[in-house]
């Protein structure tokens, strides 16, 4: 099992550049998260699936939209990057007991 | 929006030693988690504590739930070198059985060898 997968790795954009970063679970998990992590602070909520074809905002959704049209996979969009979306990025699936991680991607807005 | 105070930020300790670290929050969670991250990784669960005063343990690590279900505390007994990361604690809201996590700032722990 690969678990938690996430591309790309790495994406430098110019503001106003739009762009779509893949997550892709095989555990069958129900659930999944994307998350944002700054420096020096935790991870935080950006929007979330409780299942295939349904998404639900986190505590900071604005700039971000998701989709969720395969139960393996969980689409985070941005329309119009800016600098303030210059973060790594996290996505997790869960079924029960904690969360699983993916790598990250490291998304620079110039 | 809701915040975890997470205590240290950081920790600079010789091998050997024994590490605390908690976590509070000014709301009720009814699960706390604790996970480590390593530099270019994401996060790793390491406990789940699913009840108030819930003691849990995972090898040299033992977490347990707050009482008042607002605090969590994490401690690692005689730290190797491998224990080097930052901890996160997170306090989960179960919605739809989804977990939505709110996360500590971070326990950045350093070891002397």
């Known amino acids: 099992n690969a678990g938690v997968t996430q591309t790309p790795k790495f994406r430098v954009l110019k503001t106003g550049q739009s762009m779509t970063l893949l997550c892709a679970q095989d555990?069958?998990?129900?659930?999944m998260y994307w998350y944002r992590q700054d420096p020096g602070m935790g991870l935080r909520l950006i929007h979330y699936?409780?299942?295939?074809?349904t998404t639900a905002k986190g505590e900071v959704p604005d700039g971000y939209n998701v989709s969720r049209l395969k139960k393996q996979n969980f689409l985070l969009g941005l329309e119009s990057a800016a600098p303030s979306q210059t973060s790594v990025y996290f996505c997790?699936?869960?079924w029960g007991t904690g969360q699983y991680f993916g790598p990250g991607t490291r998304l620079t807005v110039t | 929006g809701q915040q975890l105070n997470q205590s240290p930020q950081s920790m600079f300790i010789q091998e050997g030693e024994d590490v605390s670290m908690n976590c509070t929050s000014s709301?009720?969670?009814?699960?706390w988690l604790w996970y480590k991250q390593e530099p270019g990784e994401g996060p790793v669960l390491l406990i789940a504590?699913?009840?108030?005063?819930e003691l849990t343990s995972n090898g040299r690590l033992t977490a347990q739930f707050g009482i008042t279900r607002k605090d969590s505390f994490l401690n690692i007994s005689a730290s190797i070198p491998s224990d080097v990361g930052i901890y996160f604690c997170?306090?989960?809201?179960?919605?739809?059985?989804?977990?939505?996590?709110?996360f500590g700032q971070g326990t950045r722990l350093t070891i002397n060898p």
């Open positions: 997790a699936s869960s």
């Open positions: 709301s009720i969670f009814n699960t």
């Open positions: 504590l699913y009840k108030a005063g």
């Open positions: 997170a306090g989960a809201h179960i919605i739809q059985g989804a977990q939505k996590l709110v």
């Open positions: 555990m069958n998990h129900e659930y």
């Open positions: 699936s409780v299942g295939e074809g």
